[in-house]
């Protein structure tokens, strides 16, 4: 079976570094990009940025830029998205999710989760 | 950045209507637009792609057309299961957008 399996949910501190994994399975997890997404509480869907697994490529969406990065371990099939400092409004849950397509397509495989919850 | 805006933003309908949503982006973009539907407490499910191409398993109540600027989602008769939120998502750029969403509600 197909999967992404997210790891468990983090309260941490403003000003806190963390870092959430996203682990592969069920597939050739080098072939197909894997996405970030945030939802915050009671709202939509927001894009984070990318990454191809093949060579660690990244693309961002400029609202996230600079706040997160994206990269991965392909010898444990395993992407992350990583904070070093924390802020209260990132509280959400985050959510990676596959490209169906090499390199493009719609979301096809999304994980469970993660919830981050920032509070002093 | 392409932008999704979707309308409407809630909808409330009975069993069996056709509903309805629509998706337009701020600029012309090739047919590379998803629908995604969400239950409360879910992570998102993709229904449909490449504008029209249904997933294999979702019901065939759904279809998704359109072109250039304005995108549709359609729900044939719609069930109790239907009820959640829907988003349109853009991949024609580099940098994906997802429309604000659509909350759905069963009469």
């Known amino acids: 079976e197909v999967q992404l399996m997210q790891s468990a949910a983090e309260v941490k501190k403003p000003g806190e570094s963390l870092r959430i994994s996203c682990k592969g399975s069920?597939?050739?997890?080098?072939?197909?990009?894997i996405n970030w997404v945030r939802q915050m509480p009671g709202r939509g869907l927001e894009w984070m940025g990318r990454i191809d697994p093949t060579d660690s490529y990244t693309n961002y969406s400029p609202s996230f830029q600079g706040l997160v990065t994206i990269s991965t371990d392909t010898s444990i099939n395993t992407a992350y998205l990583h904070w070093s400092s924390l802020k209260a409004s990132d509280t959400a849950i985050y959510y990676c999710?596959?490209?169906?397509?090499?390199?493009?397509?719609?979301?096809?495989?999304w994980g469970q989760g993660t919830t981050v919850t920032v509070s002093s | 950045d392409i932008q999704m805006t979707q309308s409407p933003s809630t909808l409330s309908a009975s069993v069996g209507d056709r509903v309805i949503i629509t998706c337009r982006a701020s600029?012309?973009?090739?047919?590379?637009l998803a629908w995604y539907q969400q239950k409360p407490g879910k992570a998102p499910k993709l229904l449909i792609d490449e504008a029209s191409n249904l997933q294999s398993g979702v019901p065939s109540r759904f279809s998704g057309s359109g072109s250039g600027t304005e995108f549709t989602l359609t729900i044939s008769s719609l069930q109790p299961d239907d009820s959640a939120t829907y988003y349109c998502?853009?991949?024609?750029?580099?940098?994906?957008?997802f429309g604000q969403g659509t909350k759905l509600e069963i009469k």
């Open positions: 999710a596959r490209n169906s397509g090499e390199g493009a397509g719609g979301l096809d495989v």
């Open positions: 069920g597939y050739s997890f080098t072939t197909y990009w």
């Open positions: 998502q853009q991949y024609d750029s580099f940098i994906y957008t």
């Open positions: 600029r012309s973009m090739n047919s590379w």
